[in-house]
């Protein structure tokens, strides 16, 4: 049995990192290359839909067979869109996160973050609350990655929470001065058996879901050294927090 290097800087390790990076190299491109004869396929069925919707208006006497088709259309639509989307999402994922830095205020980001849900949030009966415990926040971040992980965050917490509740997102220093994010629901809860496995690439109960929102979120925050803590209760809600680090980027 070969034993494992535990130097990181073993010949071993490097080339296991250029397979690593090469195989996501690989696969990325195949995303990409999927995605354009994907789009082809939509806009053509599309236009076939539409297609069946005209006919089926000249000639009411064809409707049946027509709407038979136009269904099978609109089904062949519906997965071409779920398959845009989970390339979107394995893309987003496996994207080289490296953070452009400059110094931004989390709270800011976080207003931003709430403005941008908030109809949705009023949709579905959630109730939004924006606190910056500490005052302004001013870290070195990609507020492009960043906002990313949070809108991941957010995103869940309204999901666990289709009949109303309070979604809380807060920003906070902890006493040993690192900055952090809450993104707090009162929602279904995760239960303790599951709550390790929700940052597993594809783990999902959500219909529709891709199950790489919390792994994306997880990648981004790490890019910039810091982690996400999960606390969860079922039946009371659960609390997500992006930790960063103290004194910016190691
Ligand atoms: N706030 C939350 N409350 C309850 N369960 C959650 C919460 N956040 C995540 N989960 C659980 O973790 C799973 C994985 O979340 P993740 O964001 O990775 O994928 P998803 O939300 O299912 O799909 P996608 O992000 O593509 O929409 C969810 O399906 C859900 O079971
Ligand atoms: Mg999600």
Request: net charge negative; hydrophobic share 40%; proline share 8%.
């Amino acid at each position: 049995m070969s034993r494992q290097p535990e130097n990181v800087d073993s010949p071993w390790a490097a080339q296991q990192g250029d397979a690593i990076a090469e195989l996501s190299a690989v696969t990325g491109g195949l995303a990409h290359e999927i995605r354009n004869p994907l789009a082809t396929l939509k806009v053509n069925l599309q236009l076939l839909a539409e297609d069946w919707r005209e006919l089926s208006r000249l000639d009411p006497a064809a409707s049946d067979l027509v709407r038979r088709s136009l269904n099978r259309v609109e089904t062949m639509l519906r997965e071409a869109d779920r398959l845009a989307h989970i390339l979107d999402a394995f893309l987003r994922y496996s994207a080289r996160h490296e953070p452009r830095r400059i110094p931004c205020d989390l709270s800011q980001l976080v207003a931003r973050i709430a403005e941008f849900v908030a109809p949705q949030a009023a949709a579905q009966g959630v109730n939004l609350e924006c606190r910056d415990a500490d005052g302004p926040l001013r870290v070195a971040v990609d507020d492009d990655l960043l906002e990313q992980a949070l809108l991941n965050l957010v995103f869940n917490a309204l999901q666990a929470m289709p009949d109303g509740g309070t979604l809380t997102i807060q920003t906070r220093r902890l006493p040993d001065g690192r900055p952090a994010i809450d993104v707090i629901d009162t929602g279904t809860g995760i239960p303790p058996d599951r709550v390790g496995r929700v940052f597993e690439p594809y783990y999902s109960t959500r219909r529709g879901g891709t199950g790489l929102g919390l792994p994306t979120a997880r990648r981004i925050v790490a890019a910039h050294g810091g982690h996400i803590d999960v606390r969860s209760e079922p039946g009371q809600g659960s609390m997500f927090t992006i930790i960063l680090p103290a004194d910016g980027p190691p």
